[in-house]
């Protein structure tokens, strides 16, 4: 008995760890100056979430759609016809999807950023924001 209670203990955080989601925070010097702070989550029960400090501003959106793509014709003319296609049409080898979101982060003050941000597979979101006055804001989370 206090076998199996040593080794539930020892789990736990494992477990609540998966339990979290995956979060990315702002890489500064690879993102517009007037970003002070900056996360990113795409999984996890809670769903997406991002937020983003800007000019003094804290703009953030939840819940939003995350798409997952791939190019199975440039996919099959880089690859070829052979195993290794077969293992990515058929879904087996998932390294070749691109994820996409198009959140529209909204302040307190009723201000939008709306975003577009990309990565692959074991990658890192970045992209840009378009403000109220069509200023383009460019980020990158690691």
């Keep these: 008995m206090n076998a199996r209670i040593a080794i ?3 789990l736990m955080p494992f ?3 998966g339990c979290t989601g995956h979060i990315h925070s702002l890489i500064q010097d690879q993102s517009d100056r007037d970003i002070a702070v900056g996360t990113f989550r795409h999984e996890g029960p809670e769903g997406a979430a991002m937020v983003l400090e800007f000019r ?3 703009f953030e959106a939840q819940g939003f759609a995350i798409e997952r793509n791939q190019n199975l014709a440039e996919l099959r003319q880089r690859h070829g016809s052979g ?4 293992q990515i049409f058929s879904g087996i080898d998932t390294d ?3 994820y996409s979101a198009q959140p529209v982060l909204r302040a307190a003050n ?3 950023l709306r975003c577009s941000a990309i990565w692959r597979v074991g990658g890192s979101p970045s992209g840009h ?4 006055d069509a200023s383009r ?3 990158r989370f690691g």
Excluded at 83 to 86: A, E, G
Excluded at 129 to 132: I, S
């Design 96 to 98: 070749h999807y691109l």
């Design 110 to 112: 009723g201000a939008t």
């Design 56 to 58: 003094g501003v804290r």
């Design 15 to 17: 477990a609540l760890g």
């Design 137 to 139: 804001i460019h980020f």
């Design 83 to 86: 195993r290794h296609y077969d």
């Design 129 to 132: 924001c378009l403000a109220a």
């Design 8 to 10: 539930l203990v020892c």
